[in-house]
């Protein structure tokens, strides 16, 4: 019998479920465990967390616990992968355009005006794995908000598995992951522009049984400042909010990672998106901002109401 638990954390609503009921209070002890480490090594608000400390020393290498330099690895992998387009040296363009502080904040109080500042590229990031240490060059500040979430969601749900013996999903506000065997009939998953209203949001549910799914979105993290609107997806060319071509961008890969950086580079790569994700062979579904919705890659119809 499965069984499952959500409450908020990091600033969203976090669920597990396990596929044996007797497991749900360890699998949530487990996760909540993995969110608080993760919290402790990569917060942006937080100011004894690591990577504060990493950027108020940009230009001196620094010593990293394991945890900070997966998370780093895994952001310029992204970079990588995506030929600069998800890069995690934005962290002083968020902030220029008004995201910077806790999100709840940035809604409560806005901002009055906005500038503009350059991303410094992730070149600008050097790790050394021997010795333990990133470098960051002088001019460069790290946020892990694109990839650090899904890389939690990986983490739990393998330590779940591999703990507790149990097919296990952890979704972090639509950044999901799957470890172990699924139900029969797989995990039923709802895509939404606006995972917050839980049951309540329209959408699609969908079937999955492994790896994981990922929706980026330009509606739910989104804020005014001066007299424009800014969501917290940033396109590196311009150093402000990337246009809003897609509402929300969702996709289904190997892991959630995978499925996480894709979904924010189509957010980003605008029109060019469905061409670029169907050359990868990941499902994915994109809602436009006139709510158009377009499929590639196999993910599957919806049905017609």
Known sequence: MAASASWPALGTTVSVFVTEASAIGEARALLDEELAAMDRACSRFRADSELCRMNAAAGRAVAASELLLEAVDVALRAARATDGDV???VGRALRAIGYDRDFSAVLQDGRPSVSQEPVAGWQGVFVDRQAGTVRLAPDVELDLGATAKALAADRAARQINEALKCGVLVNLGGDASLAGPAPAGGWRVLVTDDHRRGGDAGGQTVSIVAGGLATSSTT????MAGDQPRHHIV???TGVSAEVVWRTASVAAGSCVDANIASTAAIVRGARAPTWLHGLGL????VGANGEIVQVGGWPQEALA
């Open 87 to 89: 890069d995690p040296t």
């Open 220 to 223: 739910v993290r989104r804020w």
């Open 235 to 237: 396109d590196p060319r």
């Open 283 to 286: 499902p994915s579904r994109l």
